[in-house]
């Protein structure tokens, strides 16, 4: 869009906050605004998305949480202002100057993150039912993924002569087989562990965190922008999405990510029961599993190779994952060793001052 096309398209949402732009360049669902006043960030979003995301946004303030690009009010007070179907937003641009390396970075985001969590935390009531609903749910669809692995790896095995993608398959079927194992474990371990509890711990959550949605100031402060996923749940799907995207790439000891996680351990620990039910939704193998159902059910408009590169990246993910997984799960079990050799040796200690 020409200069002149974007001063007068958005030259009328401006006018909103007194702001008379110089030259607007586009970036996307973003504008960086050029005025007397400084520079800004115009940003247009779906109209259904505006009012949760500024409540959100204003609760955590009133929490006392102040690193979150802050959004301007109009002139008469609102918070966006709707134009076109669409809501507009404005915020200061920042500078964003990377100061540091990609893991200090992600370092400072992952702790910025377990602030926000810590100080929006709140309990909510879950009844019984709901808590046996959602686990005996997960755990058939968890069953059914279980079935059809065994149900295809038969099928493989029938053939005399398998395709590309069977020969592949049969060789990742039992990565996939145990992490399924392992997920539901923890699954069934989680809801021993909780099944007569009637809360939860939830926080606001940004829903999309990334590098990209965490800028700094010309200061080296980070902040959190892009709120519009924001509500209330469990702190791990903060988490869990970051972690999936982060681990889609070529197969790597990701000894980064165990760091970023426990960075934000460190910060927000995870009670014994969050941590059961983080280890199971992390591990799950959905992705290739799904990618597996999608080629048995010739749904995908996909060729051969297609669909043996897809599984082949999915698979990836897979031993990326199991590979953080297992790190957790021997971080957790050391510190159970520890706390229960200090309990012990506390109990041996107040028998030997009694006697």
């Known amino acids: 869009m020409a200069k002149e096309n974007r001063l007068k398209k958005y030259g009328p949402i401006l006018k909103h906050y007194a702001l008379e732009p110089n030259f607007i360049e586009s970036f996307g669902s973003v504008q960086k605004v050029y005025s007397s006043k400084g520079v800004f960030s115009l940003k ?5 998305h505006g ?3 500024i409540r959100y946004i204003q609760q955590l303030y009133q929490m006392g949480y102040n690193r979150i690009v802050p959004i301007y009010p109009t002139v008469d007070g609102r918070y966006a202002v709707l134009h076109n179907q669409k809501l507009y937003y404005l915020m200061p641009w920042l500078a964003n100057e990377i100061k540091e390396d990609q893991f200090e970075r992600h370092q400072q985001m992952f702790r910025e993150l ?3 969590h810590v100080l929006s935390t709140k309990e909510v009531e879950v ?7 959602h ?6 669809e968890w069953e059914k ?3 059809f692995l065994d149900g295809f790896i038969e099928t493989c095995e029938s053939r005399e002569y398998l395709s590309p993608y069977e020969l592949m398959f049969t060789q990742y079927y039992n990565d996939i087989a145990q992490a399924l194992t392992f997920s539901t474990k923890k699954l069934k371990d989680w809801y021993e562990k909780t099944k007569e509890e009637e809360k939860v711990r939830t926080a606001v959550i940004h829903g999309k965190i990334s590098t990209e949605h965490f800028l700094y100031d010309e200061r080296g402060y980070g902040y959190f922008l892009n709120f519009e996923e924001a509500k209330r749940s469990s702190p791990m799907h903060d988490l869990l999405p970051f972690l999936s995207r982060s ?3 070529f197969p790597k000891r990701a000894d980064d990510a165990v760091d970023w996680i426990y960075t934000y351990f460190k910060h927000y620990p995870f009670r014994e029961d969050e941590m059961l039910l983080f280890q199971s939704y992390f591990a799950h193998p959905g992705p290739v599993i799904r990618a597996a159902e999608k080629y048995h059910n010739g749904k995908s408009k996909k060729n051969e190779r297609k669909h043996v590169e897809h599984i082949q990246r999915q698979f990836w993910l897979l031993k990326n994952t199991e590979y953080v997984a297992m790190r957790i799960d021997e971080i ?16 041996e200690q107040e028998g030997a001052q009694n006697g």
Do not use: G
Not at 135 to 140: A, C, I, K, S
């Open 145 to 147: 993924q279980s079935e």
């Open 44 to 48: 247009k979003i779906k109209a259904n």
């Open 247 to 249: 681990l889609k790439t």
């Open 114 to 116: 377990a602030r926000l």
């Open 332 to 347: 957790e079990r050391q510190k159970k060793q520890a706390q229960e050799a200090a309990e012990k040796a506390n109990a």
């Open 51 to 53: 009012a949760d995301f």
């Open 135 to 140: 686990y005996e749910n997960t755990l058939l």
């Open 127 to 133: 009844s019984k039912e709901e808590r046996e609903e």
